[in-house]
């Protein structure tokens, strides 16, 4: 293809548009499609420079196969990605050596990191810059693959910088002409170049990164080298939205978005663009587009030196998570010439990342904010500058307080606009969140305001609704609508789920986007066809590992790291293990997860860890459900919940919370031999696996924790009363099976004895705001609990409404489809919200 009339384009593609092969042959594919002469930037493929840069700190703390892993896990996903992506075999062979010669030489980094203990911004830079060089080259190939001539140009040949490592600047003037000389004559045969993002050649010869995100600024820096008329940044979201979806589930696709706007959008921290990306492209006509790699149909956001949306003073909200707030104080300081001056200079002097300065109008303090991992050196560094102030008592102290973040409010018309600050007060006042500090910008394109990290995404949330965002006329971020579902597991509850989510309408739109078990993940953002899952399904029950049945080997956390990078919306990771899932689920939850859980376990762990999974939830904005551990698919979380929200106050909750023991127990009192029912209860699938587990009442201990923790137990866990003898708890499941007849003697007296009294043995869980029990106990035969049979869950709630007589929900309580039925409720649940 000739170059011919059309005018030139830099399409750039972020890590989640190139998360694996398959994503690379789409992009490969939309490339060869264009018409036009086109150079290409690529970020490393999704999660990888986390990766990269993990590694590189474990290898300098000297967790040395923690690197090593990394290492391995590096390797693997890019030869997985060049196999499915190029089909010439002379080019998968030379993709191939090249991908080993990277990951061996990243190892030797490593080690050599891990005997030196020490880890310089220049090695780092080092270590972290084949992310984007490997992912260019796969790239390149792919597009070859599509039928389009393209080309791997490194980008340390074209593109300088100076030698701040780790966040370096491109210099414009050499980089322009490096650009035209390497790339205009490729572009003008109608090839593609494809080149690496995010790094560069400093002044030494070594290889310097622009910071995290910098593939944006590569592309809007050769975008103006080679006079493009267009800058494209493929995303996995819609273009520029209001807000940060993952925070303001309203935010929503802004049309038009003017440079400057954009550019205080990206200063105050939105992921989507680098903050640096506008500068080469300020004061010119280059017009940049963020897109939709998924909906390529969508326009997204166009960046333009037009004045756009004047019906909208605010466009956006930007939010800095993790900041602290750093305040030089003094009566003495009022009036004081050179103060703020002197601040600025230390701050300077340590290149610090400020991004707000406040000043109180009576001058007796200074303030600015700093990200918390900063703020000691920042305290430091100010203090030694006012050393003399200090100890004659002019200046108070230098303090830093962390855990803070900063909100900016942006919009280009703010400036003409009065009372935005107001506007945005009484917000955050009628929630009742406190603002620490507030700066105007001089620009008066922005407002920014600190609030208690925890407060933050309620502001957010508030502010966003304030300005009415969610009405500025790009319409829904298309994304949004639907519900991807992650599902840890996939046992018999979990496929009950695929298939109910399979027979939904439509236009609840969820779906499931990714599967983990122990060896690895399968993932696809545009979400598991039914087909794909039903062979998943059946393989696993032949007992296959995801990771061999066409899946990615990782651990889990990695996993939902990398899938939370990609397109997901509303993601929902749905807990169907019955493993000990706590600190995966609160890596889920920090990584824009909703949980939904049918486990048990991270429920009934310590206190800690349960308050720690609930506060770090509620700080984010994600909603945990958890219907399905109690009575399966019975409203009892539910109905306690709409008591609770009502002004009921619960007083107790009683009731056979075990499809398994009711059925033993009530088989047991109509006079059958309790070998018999256990076995019946195995052979229906209404016992785990192995039945002790039900037996030893640890089940019923654990459901009977959380409906405590809901009404605010903090206490310990209970010991429960244990059906099975010690002298059998250790034999192998088989023996145990065999050897339940000794048991029925015993059994048969024991019913006979309360049967003379009118009473039958039922396993009943009691949990109060103070205290929690699982015991077997004699109740009246005719009472509800005592007439209740087969898998029956029957549960009773005592509160101040229903004190004479307790409110009962009684139905079937286990079983693969209710307990799915259970979760997709919880799942739909989050969906409305
Ligand atoms: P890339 O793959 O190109 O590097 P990023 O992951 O860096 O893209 O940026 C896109 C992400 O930025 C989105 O997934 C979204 O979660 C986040 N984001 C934060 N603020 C905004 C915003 N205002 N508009 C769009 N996306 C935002
Ligand atoms: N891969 C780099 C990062 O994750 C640069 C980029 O994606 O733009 O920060
Ligand atoms: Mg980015």
Known sequence: MKAG?????????????????????RAAVRIAAHKGPLVVVASALGGITDLLLDAATNAAAGRLVAAEQAAQ???????????????????????????????????????????????EPRTRDAMVCRGEKLSA???????????????FVDAWDVVRTDHVHGGATP??????SLARRLLKPTVARGTVPVVPGFIGQAPDGSVATLGRGGSDLTATLLGRALGAKRVVLWKDVSGILTADPRLVPDARLIPELHHQEAAEVAHYGAKVLHPRALIPIAGTRIALHVRSFIHPDVPGTEVTARHVLPGFP????????????????????????????RTFTAVDAERLSVSTIFQGSSESSIGFTVPESEADRAVASVSRVFRQEIETGLIDGVTARKGMAVIAVVGEGMAGTPGIAARVFSALEAGGLNVVAIAQGSSERNISFVVVADDAPEAARRVHAAFQLSKIGGGRARALRRTDVVLLGFGRVGRALADQIAALEDDRQVRIVGLLDRSGYVFDARGLSRRRLLHLAREKDGGGLLADLGGTRANAATALHLMASHAVSRPVVVDVTSEETSDLLLTAVRSGFHLVLANKKPLA?????????????????????????V?????????????????????????????????????????????????EAVARGYAEPDPRDDLSGMDVARKGLILARMMGYRGPGVQPDDLVPARMKSLPLAQFLERLDEL?????????????????WRYVVSATPRTVSARLVAVPASSPMGSAAGTRNIISFSSDRYRQEPLVISGPGAGPSVTAAGILNDICDVALR
């Not at 009339?5 to 042959?25: P, Q, R, T, Y």
């Not at 080259?137 to 080309?151: M, Q």
């Open 5 to 25: 009339k059309h005018a030139l384009e830099v399409w750039k593609f972020g890590g989640a548009s190139l998360a694996d092969g398959e994503a690379i042959k």
């Open 73 to 119: 896990a590096f390797r693997s996903r890019h030869q997985a990605a060049a196999k499915a992506a190029a089909r010439d075999r002379r080019a998968l062979r030379a993709l191939l050596a090249e991908i080993d010669r990277s990951s061996t030489e990243f190892q030797e980094l490593c080690r050599a990191v891990g005997v030196l203990r020490h880890l």
């Open 137 to 151: 080259a796969v790239l390149a190939a792919a597009i070859t693959t599509a039928r389009r001539r393209a080309k």
């Open 171 to 176: 210099l414009i003037p050499d980089t322009t």
């Open 314 to 341: 605010v466009k956006a909200l930007a939010l800095l998570p993790a900041q602290a707030v750093v305040t030089v104080a003094g009566k003495g300081m009022v009036g004081v010439h050179g103060i703020a001056a």
């Open 605 to 629: 762990t310590s206190w800690e860890a349960y308050a720690r999974l609930f506060h770090s939830a509620q700080g984010s904005g994600r909603h945990v459900r958890f219907e399905a551990t």
């Open 631 to 679: 009575g399966a698919g019975l409203p009892i979380i539910d109905t306690f919940n709409k008591l609770d929200e009502t002004g009921d106050r619960v007083r107790r909750i009683e009731g056979c919370v075990s499809g398994t023991l009711m059925f033993v127990l009530s088989e047991v009192s109509a006079g059958r031999p309790f070998s018999a029912a256990v076995r």
């Open 744 to 760: 029925d003697e015993e059994w048969r007296t024991r019913t006979k004895a309360e049967a003379r009294r009118g009473r039958v």
